[in-house]
């Protein structure tokens, strides 16, 4: 934010006349002695004599990629699955022991067999592709994230198993990471002939389009923290992702589904095998699925269960999730199937194998949920802000001393926050916390407070040295608000930072730390998480796009403009009626009678003129596009609109 003359004046003077202190040390990348004391203590507290997810992880392994880089069509490397290998010695005094522990678990990599006719890919990609053996070929299960990675997977599939065709793909739910790599596997024009079939939860195409769409810059730019994309895998680099080891950066695709899954009981034969559906919708996503094997035994929970606490509210943003109905879906898992399953497999993580340990981890993983959502509101009705119960919430003995249950991904701490914001929104209740300062307003007010800056700083930098990294952080922060200029409380932010990500049990935890640490000292790099490809946006509704318009409004540039445009596109029957007034954009579907102008054109190519650039005039002279009325209408809506995707990343640790 652009600073006044006086605002500058004062930052001079406050910085002449602050208290003089040491430099700020040289961070060495090391694991403070607080940190050590802290991961030590951390250490004592686990199940380490429970190796029986060691053991999953690991059993019916068959064989793994030669090369475990994985390079898209130009050479380049999408996914490099030696990238942990790391994790395989010795924990390092930088980062977390369980951690650790857990991000060796999830670099097991490779084909594994779950039982006779089902099969698993695991660890080439954030995300499991599961295959099931039809009487003809394969129904394969979340095709993985990108085009390159799934068909790296088939191919050690039909290496090690047989050469035979696709017949069918299950999405069990609508996160980009299970749909993304379909055309690595299948083709359109094979699902176009019928020879393909593709199967969802009803409402896919909806949420798989729309959950990045509105708020995708946002959504882009928190999920690289989330992500940890511009850190280096290793002991004091990105921490895996909790869920998988890491995103691949290839070609993300999407075939729409030729059949949705309506109901619960659903049943369906494909090639030879009857599949059974459970939906559960508004769980781990807005369209999710659980299926059951009746001939293998073998039920699918898809991301419903996992290895780890999954996130209720994931840092990347989203809407937030039930917490009460994931845990209900479970119950009704453990209903209609914890007595005919020998085997359970899911979109992340490893298998387990009998109906004793299947039932037991379904009950325990369930009653975690149950237990954060049913704390979390006893303490919001006790008058707890959403801090307090984050503080002070645990899993009770019997459920943290399951591996399976602890933070990885998600955490008691953070999901309980976003209980209380389901239920109560982001406000506490406290007047005082009703309209208070921006970070940059409070920030100046802080170190004003402090005495000036070099007494903040001391303050930071004490609490630094006593290991308490949450103040330092804290303390930092409100300096670097103030003044982003100041490289020493730049470093000391980074610093504590750092010392938190390593002491973090959660991957993303420690990925948002470490890089925020990383931006706190340079200018963040491009974003390089995205799911909105060109499959993506063809699947776009037209109504989804102007919504998605109306978020792009500068109202600055609108201010005073008043227009309407009738959009009429042959190709798709549609016709919707676009008002820009009052520095906001109202659209409906309608015949456009009475707007300034009317642009008649394909889907396609108006898509290609929001997303792609293209300019009306050019579509015009090629024939694409014509117009009637006001010439300048279209001009005059395009130009009070903010560039589809923002020039550089924001900044997010300092202003």
Same mark, same amino acid.
């Given at each position: ?445 802080? &170190?004003?407070?402090?005495?000036? #800056? @070099? !007494?903040?700083?001391? =303050? $930071? ?5 006593? *290991?308490?990294? %949450? ?81 792009? &409004?500068?109202?600055?540039?609108? #201010? @005073? !403009?008043?227009?309407? =445009? $009738? ?5 798709? *029957?549609?016709? %919707? ?79």
């Amino acid at each position: 934010m652009r600073k006044s003359l006086a605002a500058v004046c004062a930052a001079i003077v406050c910085a002449s006349c602050s208290v003089s202190s040491a430099p700020v040390p040289v961070s060495t990348g090391e694991a403070a002695p607080a940190t050590l004391a802290a991961n030590e203590t951390f250490a004592e507290g686990l199940p380490w004599e429970d190796d029986s997810e060691a053991k999953l992880a690991v059993q019916g392994f068959i064989a793994t990629l030669e090369d475990p880089q994985i390079r898209a069509a130009d050479g380049r490397v999408v996914f490099d699955a030696s990238a942990y290998d790391f994790a395989d010695g010795a924990a390092q005094d930088t980062m977390n022991p369980s951690l650790w522990r857990h991000l060796g678990l999830l670099n097991n990599h490779g084909l594994f067999e779950v039982v006779p006719g089902l099969w698993q890919v695991r660890g080439l990609d954030i995300s499991v592709m599961s295959v099931i053996a039809t009487e003809n070929g394969y129904i394969l299960v979340d095709p993985l994230t990108s085009t390159e990675t799934s068909a790296a997977a088939l191919s050690l599939v039909r290496k090690h198993v047989g050469d035979k065709p696709v017949v069918a793909v299950i999405y069990t739910h609508s996160h980009g990471d299970h749909f993304g790599g379909v055309k690595g596997v299948v083709s359109q024009a094979d699902v176009d002939a019928g020879k393909v079939q593709i199967i969802a939860p009803d409402g896919f195409m909806e949420h798989a389009v729309s959950e990045n769409l509105i708020a995708g810059p946002a959504m882009t730019r928190r999920a690289n923290y989330q992500f940890g994309t511009r850190l280096t895998p290793g002991p004091k680099g990105q921490g895996g992702a909790g869920i998988g080891t890491g995103l691949p950066s290839g070609t993300f695709s999407l075939i729409a589904p030729t059949h949705s899954v309506k109901e619960t009981g659903e049943k369906l034969v494909i090639d030879g095998i009857e599949i059974e559906f459970q939906v559960t919708p508004g769980t781990e996503a807005p369209a999710e699925m659980n299926f059951y094997l009746p001939h293998l035994k073998a039920l699918c929970l898809a991301e419903n269960a996992n290895a780890t606490m999954h996130n209720v509210l994931p840092p990347r943003g989203a809407l937030v999730r039930d917490s009460k109905a994931w845990a209900d879906y479970l119950t009704e898992s453990i209903r209609l199937y914890g007595d005919r399953t020998d085997v359970m497999f899911v979109s992340h993580g490893w298998p387990r194998w009998g109906q004793a340990e299947v039932t037991t981890f379904m009950g325990l993983h369930r009653d975690a949920y149950k237990y954060l959502h049913d704390q979390s509101v006893r303490l919001m009705n006790k008058g707890y802000t959403a801090e307090e119960i984050a503080e002070v919430i645990a899993l009770p003995q019997p459920l943290a001393t399951k591996w399976y249950n602890r933070g990885y991904y998600g955490t008691m701490a953070h999901n309980s926050k976003a209980v209380y914001q389901r239920y109560l929104g982001w406000y506490d209740g406290n007047p005082a916390n009703l309209n208070p300062w921006p970070p940059e307003a409070a920030g100046k007010r802080y &170190v004003e407070a402090m005495g000036g #800056a @070099g !007494k903040a700083l001391r =303050i $930071a930098r004490t609490a630094y040295t006593e *290991g308490d990294y %949450r103040w330092a952080a804290e303390v930092a922060s409100h300096i670097v608000f103030a003044d982003a200029s100041n490289t020493d409380a730049r470093e000391v932010l980074a610093q504590a930072f750092e010392q938190m990500g390593y002491q973090a049990e959660g991957s993303l935890w420690r990925n948002m730390y470490l890089t925020g640490a990383a931006e706190a000292r340079a200018a963040p790099s491009a974003s390089s998480v995205t799911t909105l490809s060109p499959d993506v946006i063809s699947a776009i509704s037209i109504e989804q796009v102007f919504d998605m318009l109306a978020v792009r &409004v500068d109202p600055e540039l609108a #201010a @005073g !403009k008043s227009v309407s =445009i $009738a959009f009429d596109f042959p190709d798709v *029957g549609e016709t %919707r009626l676009v008002t820009i007034r009052n520095s906001i954009l109202v659209h409906e579907a309608g015949t456009g009678a009475g707007a300034d102008a009317t642009l008649r054109l394909p889907k396609m190519a108006f898509l290609g003129m929001i997303f792609a650039g293209q300019k009306p005039a050019d579509l015009v002279a090629k024939g694409v596009l014509t117009m009637e009325g006001n010439p300048v209408a279209a001009a005059t809506l395009l130009s009070v609109l903010d560039p589809a995707a923002p020039p550089e990343p924001f900044p997010i640790v300092s202003p």
